[in-house]
C-alpha cells in the first residue's frame, strides 16, 4: 500500500526567505506526483505536475523535483510572501490511473 | 466557468439523520471523485466515476455511503444513517479522463452531533 509523508508538518519563516517541502512515499515504481494548495476552508489547488519520466517542473517561483529512486520529491519555494501561507499537500497517482494517494501536508506561515 | 460547485458548504445533523451532499463538476468533465478530510486521516478518496459509471468504490468507508451520479453534470454522496465519526469535510474533484489534474470543490463541512 502507497503510503505518503510530509515533512515537516509545519513550517514558520520570515517573508522573503526560500523553503524547501518535503514529500516522501513508499512505493515508487512509474508514479506521478502532485502538488496542491489547499486555503482555509476552500479547496485544493494544484500547484505542479510532475510526469513519471520529468525529474522537475518550475512555475513563475515555485520549483518540484521527483527522485523515483528515493522516493522522494521536494517543493521549493522562492522569495517566500505572506500570500504563500498555505497547507501543501503532495498526492501520488499511477499513469493511466486516475487514484491520487495524498500526503500529510504541511502548512506553511509566511509572516510579514 | 464557475469551477466545481458543491452543496452545502456547512451542514450539521444529528445522529442517525441522513446526509446529502451534492456535486456539480465543471461543464465537460467526464471524471468525478469524492474525497473525505479529516485530521486524524487526512485526504482519502472515497469513490469515483468516469462517464457516470463508477470505476472505484474501495474508499467507501461502510454500507452506509451511497454515490450515485445520475447524469454528467450532479453527483450526490449519501451518509444514512449519520455517526459523529463522519464528521468531516467531504470534497468533489472533476477532471478530464484524458488529463491528469482535478480541479476541487470549495467542499461541503458535515458535523454529525
Known amino acids: 500500500k502507497q503510503e505518503v509523508t510530509q515533512i515537516p508538518a509545519a513550517l514558520s519563516v520570515p517573508e522573503g526567505e526560500n523553503l524547501v517541502l518535503n514529500c516522501s512515499f513508499t512505493d515508487s515504481a512509474i508514479y506521478n506526483l502532485q502538488w496542491f494548495r489547499q486555503d482555509p476552508g476552500k479547496g485544493l489547488t494544484s500547484l505542479l505536475l510532475i510526469q513519471s519520466s520529468q525529474r522537475e517542473q518550475t512555475s513563475g517561483r515555485l520549483n518540484a523535483s521527483l527522485d523515483k529512486s528515493s522516493g522522494r520529491s521536494t517543493l521549493y519555494i522562492a522569495a517566500s510572501q505572506p500570500g504563500d501561507s498555505a497547507t501543501y499537500l503532495c498526492a501520488v497517482f499511477r499513469t493511466g490511473f486516475q487514484k491520487l494517494v495524498f500526503g500529510t501536508g504541511t502548512r506553511l506561515l509566511v509572516s510579514p | 466557468d464557475a469551477g466545481v460547485i458543491q452543496s452545502p458548504r456547512h451542514e450539521v445533523t444529528e445522529m442517525g439523520q441522513e446526509v446529502t451532499l451534492r456535486c456539480k463538476p465543471i461543464?465537460?468533465?467526464?471524471?468525478l471523485f469524492w474525497y473525505r478530510q479529516t485530521m486524524m486521516r487526512g485526504l482519502e478518496l472515497l469513490i469515483y466515476?468516469?462517464?457516470?459509471?463508477?470505476?472505484?468504490d474501495s474508499g467507501m468507508p461502510e454500507d452506509r455511503f451511497s454515490a450515485k451520479m445520475p447524469n454528467a453534470s450532479f453527483s450526490t454522496l449519501k451518509i444514512q444513517p449519520s455517526e459523529p465519526r463522519d464528521s468531516a469535510v467531504y470534497f468533489c474533484?472533476?477532471?478530464?479522463?484524458?488529463?491528469?489534474?482535478?480541479?476541487f470543490g470549495p467542499g461541503t463541512r458535515l458535523l454529525v452531533l
Open positions: 466515476f468516469n462517464n457516470n459509471v463508477p470505476i472505484d
Open positions: 461543464s465537460g468533465h467526464n471524471s
Open positions: 474533484a472533476s477532471s478530464l479522463i484524458s488529463k491528469e489534474t482535478q480541479y
